[in-house]
């Protein structure tokens, strides 16, 4: 399960509620012991037979539809293009589960935002567009959408057509048992730091536009001012070309991760579009502001108060920012964990919840009998019986 997922399987179980949870039975990186095994109904990896992204991606649409058994639920809950095949099957009975769709982004809002700031189009933009279309065809039949982000919410209307009153926004979450304040100072020691050093923090790989961006704004920054890397996998021409200014840490636990963030002086997050950008909370809750774009969903969850932003999507603009909010960047972690507490998981988790019953006594509302019907129930049963001969 992605971490969202678990998170959310996780409190939704604290809170009481039955889950099942159908996905690929797989793990990208090391995971602790999953407590949810029980509750997995798995696809095996290596019975998919399709080849190419978007062939895999229907097919596995195609194969959680196939082993959810609709009756047995209250509530299906999708997330983004993997939920069009389990859609199509709910909508089939409208007396069946309420269904939900989270997303987290869109794939055409990017490739909008990346025409918009001159991003050439990536090579992945055909199944962009395809993801895009399924993604539709959930949100369309999808009793609530679910946004991370005010901005993910406006492209779902827009290009998704479909109604803003069916569209809320939950934002994203952080664990504050995982992600929570560090003395520097301990922190740098644990890490081999230099205790007096600029150091700025990156998760993720340069081989993206926000990565290639970020190597070009390295690259103009003065040569005493370090990065620490956190990724599964090394950059060798990164490493080659900046040795020691770069430092790559590889994959990273929570607390692990936590540890870093408390020792960065800033997060760079050089990205022109983010649905939300889970690790721009997390990093303010561990106290490390970061520099940003003006651009949602970046603007959003940093304010003035807890991050920079520089002033145009370009490197040179990047760098600037960078050098400017180095000397403040100790007089906004106060800012920065105050404004990551608008994201705390238990929260957040109990709007979901809040979701799911409003949707449910609506649907509730709907099959009610009015009082004409109870006063005259042969009256209404005329009408039912022939929308199902229909």
């Given amino acids: 399960m992605e971490k969202h997922v678990y998170e959310l399987v996780r409190g939704l179980v604290d809170r009481g509620i039955d889950v099942t949870v159908i996905c690929e039975d797989r793990s990208h990186l090391p995971d602790p012991v999953d407590v949810l095994e029980d509750r997995i109904v798995g696809v095996a990896p290596e019975s998919l037979s399709s080849e190419g992204w978007i062939a895999t991606y229907r097919e596995k649409s195609e194969r959680f539809a196939g082993l959810l058994d609709p009756g047995a639920f209250d509530v299906v809950h999708c997330h983004s293009h993997y939920g069009r095949d389990v859609a199509l099957k709910v909508a089939r009975n409208p007396d069946g589960p309420a269904l939900v769709t989270t997303f987290h982004l869109t794939p055409i809002g990017q490739l909008e935002r990346f025409r918009q700031v001159g991003v050439p189009e990536p090579e992945g933009a055909p199944i962009d567009l395809a993801v895009s279309n399924m993604e539709a065809t959930s949100a369309r039949l999808s009793d609530r959408c679910i946004a991370v982000s005010h901005g993910v919410r406006r492209e779902i209307v827009r290009y ?15 664990d504050p048992n995982s992600f929570d304040t560090h003395d520097r100072s301990s922190a740098r020691s644990a890490l081999h730091l230099d205790p007096d050093a600029p150091y700025l923090l990156y998760i993720g790989h340069f081989d993206l536009p926000r990565g290639r961006l970020l190597a070009e704004a390295i690259r103009l920054l003065p040569p005493e001012i370090s990065l620490l890397v956190v990724h599964p996998e090394a950059d060798d021409e990164i490493g080659a070309e900046f040795g020691e200014r770069v430092r790559f ?35 303010m809750a561990c106290g490390c502001p970061p520099v940003v774009f003006d651009f949602s969903a970046m603007n959003e969850v940093v304010t ?7 002033a145009e999507p370009t490197p040179e603009a990047y760098a600037r920012a960078i050098v400017r ?8 972690r106060p800012g920065a964990i105050r404004r990551s507490r608008e994201f705390v998981m238990d929260r957040q988790i109990d709007r979901v919840v809040d979701l799911y019953s409003e949707i449910l006594a609506e649907r509730a509302a709907r099959h009610a009998p009015t009082l004409a ?3 005259h129930p042969q009256v209404a049963a005329k009408p039912a019986e022939k929308a199902e001969a229909r």
């Fill in 304 to 310: 003035p108060e807890s991050g920079f932003f520089a």
């Fill in 373 to 375: 019907e109870e006063k």
């Fill in 160 to 174: 998704y057509s479909v109604p803003p009153e069916r569209v809320s926004v939950i934002h994203n979450w952080f």
């Fill in 249 to 283: 840490f590889g994959y990273q636990t929570p607390q692990q991760l936590a540890r870093l963030y408390a020792a960065a002086d800033l997060q760079v997050f050089p990205a022109v579009y983010s649905g939300f950008g889970l690790v721009l909370v997390e990093g």
């Fill in 325 to 332: 909010a180095l000397p403040e960047a100790a007089a906004k």
